[in-house]
């Protein structure tokens, strides 16, 4: 039994971490029902960011932090405009592959301008390690869980108590509605995706440390973020928390238990599982996703 | 009438010119030019194995450089015409472009296992010799295609090589004979983790009785925590960790047990990927003292122990290379360049590329080990196969952040250390 | 007749191409475009004419690939028996992707396909009993008919033409017939379609099952070809992503629009793969930045694709011509 205690520390610090990409995910889809497959794309960018500022400066990702937000969130605003805005009224299809375009190209910048190879960050707080009840860890996934829960309930703060995410939260609602209300769903649609964008540079530049840096490092992240979002609910920032704590487990559990090898079928399974009986998520609201999405 | 006529027209207009424009893709005239001999090399460049794909490219450019300052290939320069193979589709696709286009009679490359099946099939139904340098699938010389050859061993030699060191040279530093060692088995899921692994399982059962204690496969670019697997080991108790890694996997499974304090008696890996990448060195300096690796080797190779004539080109070889790269040859510039020299000897002897006296001078060459670069020696089985007993491997370990070659003593000039492996802060 | 002006030409054309041309590289590249464009047409089925966006085809192309490649080598049996095989397993994978369109709309059901296919990634990766797992299988070349087993580029084009032809006339029958106009009612207003009578849910389900039965012929006809199945490519996102692309931008919903669609990725593909790939290492990615814009651009500026463009443009200098 001296196992759990390591398996609890992981899977909540697997948890954070997810949740942190999650969270700018759950920001775009559920605002504007936009599935932008390019979001592993910007993680990857945030872990370029972090690996070249320390290579090149020797600064720590956690400095680099506080750069990464605007610069995130400027991307994201260019981003905005370049491309998302045309689409948000577009089909299905033309969102879908948008973005797909939009992967591409980037994995290839990327690939062009930092070849291939796998990069490492290692700052002092990797080698870190700390103890708790009978578990180890190290600094820098300590950390990148804690910065995940904090931006996770800024994030909620945000979006419940400010008028810009009352604003937000109508326009997820019913975007018609919104605009007869006089609310300007572009400028809606423009600051959440900034803001998820930003988010989820930020969790690139987090995980930096923790995972190697390549330019296809983004794919591995994506489906998962995914999942995480349908399990928490679309636009539920807690949602996407607990969606994530929940993947977490059933990862770091179905390892255990039945082996690596079949964990990914295990949570894709119940992702379906879950499309099918509670599609608008296990904390979102029902009939959401028959609601002509 | 007339302009629905004329969009109709232009439409097809439209159509044709992107349909015409694939016979104006880029080829040089026919054959090469007077005094060149041009083989195609397929690599993958883009995608998610590039980074090895241009190691491949650069050892195979810096063999064809040194082969052309000592004469070239039949007397004749050697060059390459390159296509990008991105995925076993595109693999075909080039290589039907760098023989129909392009007129080579010779592909070389591919480095992955899923590229070289589709390439070399492409090969044979156009009656082209397929000369693969590197990749590791068990079945590439089982089709009875006799076109095929490969100058590396398969991934049942690297599991062979494996357990042959672990029952020979660690077993009885452990006190242990054996029969009496457990193994657990972990490896990344792709036909290159999944094919040594399996080949060793057969071995340490068949061959020595190890006592397998646990298998465990996982997608390496979704692995982000191995905790789970580690508890699990700590629990089992093996002695000997058998973890064939592809990247940055090595480096967190490592990482994670040193933290969760897994105590395990050795780890042995093969090949140029995961542990065997200088990437394990760059991440965990002395922190990543241990692990062994079969691979190309590197330094502490006593290079007094091969023939002058391999001697001078492992030097010419690793100089070049150094020159280029800036670091010493990896074993994918290895791998590119021994298959090319053993092409050049080939060329030489048949002095030409038709098929039944290439094949001919192939099946002839005989030399020992110790022959040529990386101490590699030379005998190809009918089915085309160079043979495990001549195409050396040697084990390498981690010692103050670079591998120094260990093993066979006879051939080398370092020597393993931390047998077995102590504490995890004892290893200096 | 008119109305298949556009198929005569390119089929037409594409028949015509062997019996002129013998260079292999262009045959090769008439046989991808080909084989391409009848998948993106299977594709179309689902997608274009009954509105169900799929990202997961490609388990239904690495279902056929794998059961002509296990067929081959296991039993030894011919790949047409494979590819039997492979549309009844299809059929009844696509009788599940079905089920799920009747519970999901748009993002949600584009992603429970994505999963889907990964499943089945992951088990034929791993069921080393049974697909020799992450290795894949070799796909035994036998020349001959029964074996499928050409080495003449000439052969295969013909073969794939007739492929393509198969898949361009079922998506004729979608458009002229009573199930296409009752597929299209649904497609265009699910509930409008159910008042009126129609079985939504059947025909959704019907479309998607032969979508997938098709899809799995191409993925034997691909297997026999290229002669080799690796489970993390044919059952790659990549590829389904490479479905629907085809059919988006020839023009999704029209019978011709996958096999335009074809023409011109497959084509801009081949051309900047092979134009790029002399050039050192890391630069050879410039063609996939160059193909991801374009595709970003043509997704936006023309979202009916293609053939619905200048269909569109005839339309309108008719309307002109008579005025």
Known sequence: MSAVPQLLVSTILLGGIYALIAVGLTLIFGIMRVVNFAHGEFLMLGMYLAFWSFTLWGLDPYFILVVAIPVFFAIGLGVYALVMRGVIHASHNVQIFTTVGLSTALQNVALVLWTGDFRFVRPWESSVIIRISGAATNLSQVIAFSVACLFTFALFAFMKWTHAGRVMRATAQDGEAATLMGINTDRVYRLAFAIGIACVGVAGVLVSPLYSVYPTAGLQFVLLAYVVVVLGGLGDMVGALLGALIVAAIEVIGSYVFGSAWKEVIYFVLFIAVLIFRPAGIFGQRGAEALGV | MRRRHVALSAVIAVIALTFVSLPFVRSTEGQALQGEYKIGLLEPLTGPLAFEGKRHLDGYEVMRDLINAQGGVMGKKLVFVVGDATDPTAAASEANRLITREGVKIITGTYSST?????????????????????????????????????????????????????????????????????????????????????????????????????????????????????????????????????????????????????????????????????????????????????????????????PEARKLEQDFSEAIKKRTGDEPLASHRLAGSGLWLLKLVLDQSKTDELEKFRASVLALDMPVGSMLNGWGVKFAENGQNSNERVQHYMLQWQQGRMMTVWPEEFTTGRAKWIPLGAWDQRK | MRRHALALVVFGAAALVPLVIRDGFFLDSLVLILMWGAVSGAWNVAGGYAGQVSLGHSAFFGIGAYSAALMATRWNASPWLGMLAGVVLAMGAGLVIGYLSNRLKGPYFALATIAFSQVLLIVASRWRGFTAGSEGVPVPFRPGLWTLGFASKVSWVYLVLCLALVVYLVQVYLEHSRIGYQLAGVREDEDAAQALGIPSRRLKVMAVAASAALTSICGTLWAQYVGFVDPFYVFSVDLSIR?????????????????????????????????????????????????????????????????????????????????
């Open chain 2, 115 to 307: 590229l070289c099946g589709a390439a070399s099939e492409a090969a044979s139904r156009q009656n082209v010799i397929y000369w693969e340098s590197s990749c590791v699938d068990p079945r590439f010389n089982k089709r009875g295609l006799k076109n095929v050859f490969r100058t590396e061993i398969d991934a049942t030699g690297f599991g062979w090589y494996n357990v042959e060191f672990i029952a020979k040279h660690l077993a009885p530093r452990f006190n242990l004979q054996p029969n009496q060692i457990k193994v657990a088995f972990l490896a990344e899921d792709s036909s290159y983790g999944q094919g040594v692994t399996e080949a060793a399982r057969l071995r340490a059962k068949n061959d020595f009785g190890m006592q397998e204690v646990a298998l465990e496969y996982y997608a390496f670019a979704s692995t982000n925590d191995f905790s789970p697997i580690i508890a699990k080991f700590k629990q089992l108790n093996p002695d000997v960790v058998h973890h064939i890694a592809r990247s940055s996997d090595a480096v967190l499974f490592w990482r994670q047990s040193k933290e969760q304090n897994f105590q395990f008696k050795a780890l042995v890996h093969a090949g140029a990927t995961g542990y065997g990448s200088i990437d394990f060195g760059k991440a965990l300096g002395a922190d990543g003292n241990g692990p062994f690796v079969l691979a190309e080797p590197g330094p502490g190779l006593r290079l007094e122990s091969f023939r």
């Open chain 3, 243 to 323: 479905f629907a692309l085809n059919a988006i931008i020839g023009g999704i919903g029209t019978a011709m629009g996958p096999f335009i669609g074809s023409i011109l990725i497959t084509s801009l593909e081949t051309f900047l793969r092979t134009a790029f790939s002399d050039i050192r290492g890391g630069l050879v990615g410039i063609y996939l930045i160059i193909y991801g814009c374009l595709l970003i651009v043509v997704v936006r500026l023309i979202p009916q694709g293609l053939v619905g463009w200048f269909g569109q443009r005839f339309r309108a200098m008719r309307r002109y011509a008579r005025a």
